[in-house]
């Protein structure tokens, strides 16, 4: 479904060490909480703020004798996102046991997809500068129980572990080592937000925990990666490190930027880079070691005992792939080949899929140019000023819709057009009424508007003058005119009656 995009892929960050140049290179797993309002094997609630320990069920504080029953929902939100990520979807996959000491997962292992995961080889296109992208294969999208929380700062001599998360399906995306860079990094862990929130698979909180990334970074001498690309040889690439939790965009870039250069100094002094699991300390702006990384064998993985192999239908999924909504790449082809948008703006209104439907809403059955300028202009302006969102808009789609009606229909000019929109904002109402019953319909009479024109042509002779010797000038006349009639005058005429008054 990619190949028929055309675009340049962005140059790999270079930074330069003491004794040459070095090359970043970046995989992603991102975690990110299926959207639903049960638990992956059982029915509590997965509702974030509840009381601690209070949405925990049997199956999920490992009673004697519970057994995990699988989620279909959760399921078949997997499935949707592999087919929004171009991914193949595995018609069988199966569930096994990582045994790993978790203190907040009772259970003692975690329920995972390592052999055979629900969702195969995708990839996404993430976009950096119009006409500028990079393609980041998708490995695989497992589907796997979260773990609880553990508080270490309400007591001085214990921890107290929160059961409301474990057993919260999570889908881990995993990427190949494709991304070259922080900003790389960063823009994809967004792309795929904006693609499982378009599709309402994860609603992408990262504050909540619920969207986080676990980042893999390596350094190596420029050419190397492309022998890598070539072979598919990881020997030609650097000693990774892994970055745990993290749940923003900014300190992931400044997580990688930290840790590449790290190691590039431990090369560059004859060391060498130990493969570990690190953590990003926000407030030194490091990273530090957390353990040495564990692989595969370490967790001893083995068939989950609980859960039959999941088998699924392609009929089944055919059906979710029918439903599927307009994604945001779609959506922003259609906003520049339908309403004739600039690649930017069709950007900023897909950037959200509120703000996208907000938009068209606005743009349905009007100009599209039009209706970008103003929510983008003047809607979105505001909101960034107010610390406001699009679902909690002063102005509705209808409301706004209404002003460019109205400029439309000649009734009013875009400055009447502008302190309409404030009083929508602070007072609410219809436009249209708001307009008749203050007045604010502009003046279109070409008979009032003339006798306006000459008053302030008689009153400024030398002000004439000085017009006729440069046309420039005209504009005084039209400001002084708008300024006479209370900004009602229709631009237009006026402009037209100057030129004609003042022999232009």
Not at 166 to 175: F, P, R, W, Y
Not at 404 to 412: K, M, N, V, Y
Request: a negative charge; hydrophobic letters at 40%; charged letters at 25%.
């Amino acid at each position: 479904m990619l190949d028929h995009l055309s675009f340049t892929a962005p140059q790999p960050r270079t930074i330069a060490g003491a004794k040459g140049d070095w090359e970043l290179v970046i995989g992603l797993e991102v975690h990110a909480q299926v959207a639903s309002k049960a638990k992956l094997f059982s029915g509590a609630s997965t509702a974030f703020g509840a009381e601690p320990n209070s949405n925990v069920a049997f199956v999920d504080a490992a009673m004697p004798g519970m057994l995990p029953v699988i989620n279909e929902f959760c399921v078949a939100q997997a499935v949707r996102t592999g087919l929004g990520l171009n991914a193949a979807i595995n018609l069988r996959s199966a569930f096994d046991r990582k045994n790993y000491f978790y203190p907040d997962l009772p259970q003692g292992y975690q329920i995972s997809q390592l052999y055979h995961p629900i969702v195969g080889e995708g990839a996404v296109i993430v976009d950096m500068a119009p006409g500028v992208a990079r393609r980041v294969r998708i490995e695989r999208i497992h589907l796997e129980q979260d773990a609880g929380k553990s508080i270490h700062d309400m007591d001085p001599t214990m921890s107290f572990v929160d059961l409301n998360r474990t057993g919260v399906a999570l889908m881990e995306i995993v990427s190949r080592p494709d991304i070259r860079g922080p900003e790389e990094a960063a823009a994809y862990v967004a792309k795929l937000r904006q693609i499982m929130r378009y599709l309402g698979t994860c609603d992408g909180n990262m504050q909540n925990g619920n969207l986080r990334a676990d980042v893999n970074v390596s350094v190596c001498p420029p050419g190397a990666y492309e022998r890598y690309q070539e072979t598919q040889d990881f020997s030609h690439l650097g000693t990774r490190c892994e970055i745990k939790n993290m749940n923003s965009l900014r300190f992931i870039q400044a997580a990688i930027e930290y840790e590449a250069r790290r190691q590039i100094a431990i090369i560059e002094d004859g060391g060498s880079v130990v493969q570990e699991t690190r953590l990003y300390d926000p407030d030194k702006g490091e990273t530090r070691s957390m353990r040495s990384k564990e692989e595969a064998h370490d967790y001893r993985y083995f068939p989950d005992p609980d859960l039959l192999p999941l088998d699924i239908e392609q009929a089944w999924v055919d059906d979710i792939a029918a439903a599927m909504p307009e994604l945001p790449d779609e959506k922003k082809a259609r906003f520049v080949r339908d309403m004739g948008l600039s690649e930017y703006d069709a950007g900023v209104l897909t950037a959200e899929v509120e703000n996208a439907d907000y938009f068209e809403a606005v743009a349905k059955g009007r100009d599209g140019k039009q209706a970008a300028n103003w929510v983008i202009n003047e809607l979105f302006g505001r909101l960034n000023k107010e610390g406001l969102s699009v679902e909690t808009s002063p102005v509705s789609a209808a409301q706004l819709g209404g002003v460019i009606d109205l400029i439309a229909s000649g009734d009013i000019s875009g400055k009447i057009a502008k302190d309409l929109f404030e009083i929508l904002w602070t007072e609410g109402g219809d436009p249209a009424q708001i307009v008749e019953s203050r007045g604010m319909r502009q003046v279109t009479d070409l008979g009032a508007i003339e006798k306006a024109v000459d008053e302030i042509i008689a009153a400024n002779p030398a002000q004439v003058e000085k017009a006729r010797a440069n046309p420039k000038l005209a504009g005084w006349f039209v400001g002084q005119v708008l300024k006479a009639t209370g900004g009602k005058a229709n631009p237009a005429a006026v402009n037209d009656l100057v030129a004609r008054k003042l022999g232009m």
